[in-house]
Each structure stands twice: as C-alpha cells, then as structure tokens.
C-alpha cells in the first residue's frame, strides 16, 4: 500500500504566523485531502487538493486563510495562514487508496500536530 | 452536503462483552461506509467497511451492518478485548468526497 510522509510531525507557532505543511505520497494519486481534526473532535474536511486546478474548499475554509499547492500527483501542500490560537488542530493529509476489491480506501498521513501561543 | 450522526458519543464494556456503535446519514446518494480506529495519538486507520450492494459485512470479531432504506450503518466488535479500546469513526462516502461521524470513545474494562 501507498506510503504518506507528512511534515512537520509537530510544531509550536506564534500567533500571526504561518506554517505550511508537506505531504508527500510514494505514488501518483488523482485526488489528496486535507482534514482538520480538533482537538477531542472529529475529522473535518478543508479541501480537495486538484493537480493543475485550484483547491476545492468546504463550507467553513477559504483560500486565503488555507491556501493549498499541488504541483504534481504525489506532493500537496497546505498552508496555515495568519494562525491563532483556535488553529490549534491536528492536520492529516489524505489519499485514496485502490484496494483490490474494489473500494478506494481513504489513508491517512500520520498528521500534523500544530500549537498556536 | 453529506450530514453523518453517530451514538453514542462514549462507550465502556467489560471485556468480552460486545460493542455496538450506531450511525445515521443524510445523503441518499452515499454508497461507500467504512469504520476508523483511532488510537491515542495515531491517525485514524480503517477496520472494515461495506458498500450499498451489500447488507452485512464480517472480519473475525467486528461485523458491520447497513440498512439502505433506512440511512442507517452499525458496527459490532465481538469477544472485546483492552486492545480494541479506542475511538472509532464512522463515515460516508458520496461522491469522492468522504463524510465523518462524530466518533465513539471506546474504553473495554479488563
């Protein structure tokens, strides 16, 4: 099965800062997700990240707070802009992944776990 | 879009005795359910799932089962054991995109 890096594991912001977040996936993917969960919360989606198209946002997250890069079909990018400290979440990356009875199974990165002082 | 209830909220049973957790969904349109198992401070991993052209679904302890008419999907972990405490998503998949329960807190007492 695919394998999904994602980076940074963990990090400490500042308020009013930024912190873009990597993942990269050991095989060509149509579609990569971003999923937000909240501390004690479920998985919430952000958006769909589209190769050679915008991002497609959920009701809730708009571009400029979120602003998500997919260069090419195995590497995204999302970014939290501006962040306070009700950003603090956990970040998970997302791929499906074709199983042989037919399902494409949705697979998680191992998350990014942010704190905003 | 896709709206997924899921109950209850907090789960605790002895060990050996069995789990059911409930879901809901809105979206008739949904044909894909799979169920997650999340460990403290692991992502989310799937345990089992099941598509609309089917009923019932086993693996070994956990079984799910899906009512189509009646928008509702439940998942049944047998014999439980310390290891399957957790918290478990269900959720639904409609068109690509996929739609989370709250999540049940699963605590089996040894």
């Known amino acids: 099965s695919a394998v999904i890096s994602q980076k940074p594991s963990r990090d400490i912001c500042q308020r009013g800062t930024s912190l873009t977040i990597q993942c990269q996936v050991d095989s060509q993917v149509t579609m990569m997700f971003w999923y937000r969960q909240q501390p004690g919360q479920s998985l919430t989606l952000i958006a769909t990240a589209n190769q050679g198209s915008e991002a497609t946002y959920e009701s809730g997250f708009v571009i400029d707070k979120f602003p998500i890069s997919r260069p090419n079909l195995t590497f995204s990018t999302l970014t939290v802009s501006n962040m306070s400290p009700e950003d603090s979440s956990i970040y998970l990356c997302s791929v499906p992944i074709y199983r042989g009875s037919g399902a494409n199974v949705l697979t998680f990165g191992a998350g990014s776990r942010l704190t905003v002082l | 879009g896709e709206n997924v209830e899921q109950h209850p909220s907090t789960l605790s049973v002895q060990e050996g005795d069995s789990a059911v957790i409930k879901c809901t969904y809105s979206?008739?349109?949904?044909?894909?359910f799979p169920w997650y198992k999340q460990e403290l401070g692991k992502r989310p991993q799937l345990i089992i799932d099941i598509r609309s052209n089917v009923g019932e679904k086993k693996d070994q302890r956990i079984a799910v089962t899906l009512n189509k008419t009646a928008k509702h999907f439940s998942l049944h972990i047998t014999e439980t054991q310390p290891e399957d405490s957790a918290v478990y998503f269900c959720a639904a998949r409609g068109y690509q995109k996929v739609t989370f329960g709250t999540g049940t807190k699963l605590q089996v007492i040894p």
């Open positions: 979206d008739s349109a949904s044909n894909y």
